[in-house]
């Protein structure tokens, strides 16, 4: 893997995080594979673009407005297969508050599959793992 790529894949990384914070599903989708898996750290499983950006979208109004204090950081790229990466990323989503219970903080980590396809990265598949207990 290439210098361009590492960069190119850190830039996906920083748009979808951007594109979360902005609760923007529709342009956080367009960084997914039409086939895209994602695994949330509640165990659902959602095996399309479209059902993981409405799976994502459908998320109460306050839960929208916490996502200002949402990060997320890069902590591993590695090549599996020509024009197939391996992403790591940590997230910290300090003082979130769930409807009807308390502040805590949340972190957690994210494995990403990214492909290469037409000349850009996309997500194939993630799998969110919370490691912050509530």
């Known amino acids: 893997m290439n210098r361009q790529d590492q960069q190119d894949i850190r830039a996906v990384m920083t748009a979808t995080t951007d594109l979360w914070v902005a609760h923007d599903m529709v342009g956080w989708g367009r960084y997914f594979t039409e086939d895209a898996d994602f695994v949330a750290h509640s165990g659902l499983w959602w095996t399309s673009r479209d059902d993981n950006v409405e799976g994502h979208r459908n ?69 969110n793992t919370r490691v912050s207990q509530p």
């Open 59 to 127: 998320v109460p109004e306050s839960v929208v407005r916490q996502k200002h204090n949402y990060t997320q950081r890069v902590e591993a790229i590695d090549e599996i297969a020509p024009g197939v990466a391996l992403v790591h990323t940590r997230w910290n989503w300090p003082d979130h508050v769930q409807p009807g219970a308390t502040a805590h903080d949340r972190s957690g980590v994210i494995s990403y599959v990214l492909v290469e396809r037409g000349g850009r990265w996309l997500i194939r598949s993630a799998h």
